[in-house]
């Protein structure tokens, strides 16, 4: 038995380009994360301007650098309380959108918060890599959490948050005195 380390993690130069081709994926999902985001302080700012506030920076500072989390309950709460001016169905409607942000926010905490190990050969045409996530339970202690996550899977996970990015903005008329219904702005957005 040889006690010299392996002098790359990849098996020949497939699997390296199997493991890069995820990593890219990884690296177009993060950024289309980060766009969804933006969307969402971006609707938050126009919140704020349309009930009134006049100086700028005071809705930077609210928002300052949130994270998706925080994000999602402001905007939330936000909207909540502009109910006068919408209905029933047009908080249905956001809500249903925050929820996908939620779930993509857990996705990207599993993507991101991982330890990644891309296995030891290319057998398969894809790639699946396995994530491994630490985590603390309170009658459990110490449990694992593992993940197989390939890059068409992480594909997904990127359309997916361009789709919400995209109804996120499509929020933002409807936010304008006189602008379109939320519900039918966001609803011909999944049709689109």
């Not at 890069?20 to 969307?39: D, H, N, P």
Request: positive net charge.
């Amino acid at each position: 038995m040889s006690s010299k380390l392996p002098t790359s993690e990849f098996a020949d130069d497939k699997h390296r380009a199997q493991a890069e081709a995820l990593l890219l994926e990884i690296g177009r999902f993060a950024v289309a994360f980060e766009r969804m985001c933006e969307a969402m302080r971006n609707v938050i700012m126009l919140i704020f301007y349309t009930e009134g506030l006049a100086n700028p920076g005071l809705a930077q500072v609210v928002v300052g650098d949130k994270a998706s989390a925080e994000l999602q309950v402001l905007l939330g709460a936000l909207f909540a309380e502009l109910r006068a001016r919408y209905d029933d169905e047009d908080r249905r409607v956001v809500q249903s959108l925050l929820k996908e942000v939620k779930e993509l926010t857990e996705e990207r905490n599993i993507v991101i918060h991982s330890a990644w190990q891309f296995g030891r050969n290319s057998a398969f045409a894809e790639l699946y890599a396995t994530t491994v996530r630490p985590r603390t339970k309170q009658n459990k202690g110490a449990v694992p959490e593992l993940h197989g996550l390939s890059a068409k899977y992480i594909r997904e996970l990127t359309g997916r948050c361009k789709a919400a990015q995209v109804k996120l903005q499509r929020l933002e008329p409807c936010l304008l005195p006189n602008g379109p219904k939320v519900s039918a702005e966001l609803t011909s957005a999944r049709e689109a």
